[in-house]
C-alpha cells in the first residue's frame, strides 16, 4: 500500500516561517506530481502548490513568492518552505500524490494519494 506521511506544521507568528515536508512510503515505482493542497474552515480545499517529476511548478497566486515547493525524488519526498506567513494561511495542509504507479503482488497499479493533513495556525 501507498501511504503519505506529513511534518512539520505547528503555530507561528505572522511573519513567521514553517517547512513541511511530506514522505511516500510503499512500493511505489514513480509519482507524477506531488503537490500541498490547503482547507481552511468553512472554505474549500484550493491547491498550494505542485510540482512534477520534471520539476514543473505551479502555485496559488496568494502564496507566489512566500512558498516554496521542492522535491527529493529519490526519497519520495516533498517539501513546502512557506515564509513571511500570515494569518490568512492558517489552514490544515494536506500532502497528495498524483499518479503512483506501485507494485502489488507482481502487478503495477496506479493510484492517486492524500496525506492526513497537518494543521499550521498563524497568529497575528
Known amino acids: 500500500q501507498v501511504q503519505l506521511v506529513e511534518s512539520g506544521g505547528g503555530l507561528v507568528q505572522a511573519g513567521g516561517s514553517l517547512r513541511l515536508s511530506c514522505a511516500a512510503s510503499g512500493s511505489i515505482t514513480s509519482i507524477n506530481a506531488m503537490g500541498w493542497y490547503r482547507q481552511a474552515p468553512g472554505k474549500q480545499r484550493e491547491l498550494v502548490a505542485v510540482m512534477t517529476s520534471g520539476g514543473r511548478t505551479n502555485y496559488s497566486d496568494s502564496v507566489k513568492g512566500r512558498f516554496t515547493i521542492s522535491r527529493d525524488n529519490a526519497k519520495k519526498t516533498v517539501y513546502l518552505q512557506m515564509n513571511s506567513l500570515k494569518p490568512e494561511d492558517t489552514a490544515v495542509y494536506s500532502c497528495?500524490?498524483?499518479?503512483?504507479?506501485?507494485?502489488?503482488?507482481?502487478?503495477?497499479?496506479?493510484?492517486?494519494?492524500w496525506g492526513q493533513g497537518t494543521q499550521v495556525t498563524v497568529s497575528s
Open positions: 497528495n500524490a498524483d499518479q503512483v504507479i506501485y507494485n502489488r503482488g507482481g502487478y503495477y497499479l496506479t493510484g492517486d494519494y
